[in-house]
């Protein structure tokens, strides 16, 4: 935990250091008649609180409602919501992300050379996706010769996150209460969702902050109404799936909390921050478009690998889904609805 403390200081500290050097801006905003500094203000600081309770909404709904029999992890239901959230957070990579880092790194305000010369949105997505496929492939690896360290020192039994688990000898294992299986398949499967909510929850974050800073730091009230609307639907439902997989890793209370606490701040500070400032920060400037397109590429290879490899492939492909052909074809159908909705968001944001 220290550890990952460590990284976001280090990463928040990056951005401000990037951010206070953008001081030329490219374009001259003082003819646009939708800048007015006062009102805009009043929308972010608006804006902060109603992101900050739907983040705080979605995250959260799917661990306040377990109890309801009809939302538990092993129910059709949860299944079906889950895809539409796996569909919303594919669409917020392809369609929201990728293309505003297109924007920003194809932009005018960049010298043709090397901005012009080379596709480096698609280049920095690519190399995020192997990357996030290389965490998550030794993440895993990690988790399981730790599991297995301690399932040999503890001899008869042993621990798997929250849950005991009782060594029958041989190759045979069962958790006390109602899960039964092979030895390592409930216990990978439940180190593989550990690995799945750390690494989503890493990608969120920093689009998250990227993107508040973007509204922050922006006077221009008529971007600022549509974006705020936006962005609320968008971390409702994002967080619906991230909350997913949070209640599928079956951490403890205080790990739930944490990462509630990270996915539901992350936007509202960095509308703070952008509004901190918004002096010395001009998204128009060389130095802000490519740090910000940079980081924005790296986002959308990260949230579309995590979205199709360990979000929709692996339910799609595990035994609940493959096992019922009428589940699949209601999953498909809110992925669809998932997605297109995120998609229709495109237009004003």
Not at 103 to 123: E, I, Q, V, Y
Not at 170 to 179: E, L, N
Not at 295 to 302: H, P, V
């Amino acid at each position: 935990m220290a550890s990952n403390t460590k990284m976001v200081s280090i990463f928040l500290i990056f951005m401000v250091f990037l951010c206070t050097k953008a001081l030329s801006q490219c374009e001259d905003e003082t003819n646009n008649p939708c800048n007015n500094k006062s009102k805009a203000l009043t929308l972010k600081v608006i804006g902060i609180g109603t992101i900050l309770i739907t983040s705080i909404i979605g995250v959260s709904l799917p661990l306040i409602t377990r109890s309801v029999p009809a939302l538990s992890p092993d129910r059709n239901l949860f299944v079906i919501v889950k895809a539409f959230a796996s569909g919303i957070i594919l669409a917020t990579g392809f369609m929201h992300v990728l293309p505003d880092s297109f924007d920003m790194l194809r932009s005018s305000c960049l010298a043709d050379n090397p901005w012009h010369k080379f596709p480096f949105t698609g280049f920095v997505a690519m190399l995020s996706a192997i990357f996030t496929l290389m965490v998550d492939s030794m993440a895993t690896s990690m988790y399981t010769k730790k599991n297995n360290a301690i399932a040999a020192e503890g001899g008869d039994q042993a621990v798997v996150g929250d849950q005991e688990i009782a060594v029958t000898g041989g190759s045979g294992m069962h958790f006390h209460g109602h899960h039964h299986g092979q030895k390592g398949a409930i216990g990978q499967q439940l180190l593989r969702y550990r690995v799945v909510a750390m690494v989503l929850e890493l990608g969120i974050v920093v689009h998250s902050i990227v993107i508040g800073l973007g509204v922050g730091a922006s006077n221009d009230v008529c971007t600022i109404k549509p974006l705020i609307a936006a962005l609320c639907f968008h971390q409702m439902f994002e967080g619906m799936g991230l909350g997913g997989c949070i209640l599928q890793a079956e951490y403890k209370t205080i790990k739930k909390t944490i990462m509630v606490f990270f996915f539901s701040t992350t936007t509202p500070f960095g509308i703070a921050l952008g509004i901190a400032l918004s002096k010395v920060y001009k998204e128009n400037s060389p130095t802000a478009l490519i740090t910000v397109g940079l980081l924005n590429a790296s986002s959308a290879g990260l949230l579309i690998y995590m979205a199709l490899v360990d979000l929709l492939a692996a339910d799609f492909m595990g035994a609940k889904l493959q096992g019922s052909i009428k589940l699949q074809f209601k999953s498909y159908v809110a992925v669809l609805l998932g997605a297109g909705g995120m998609s229709l968001m495109a237009k004003w944001a």
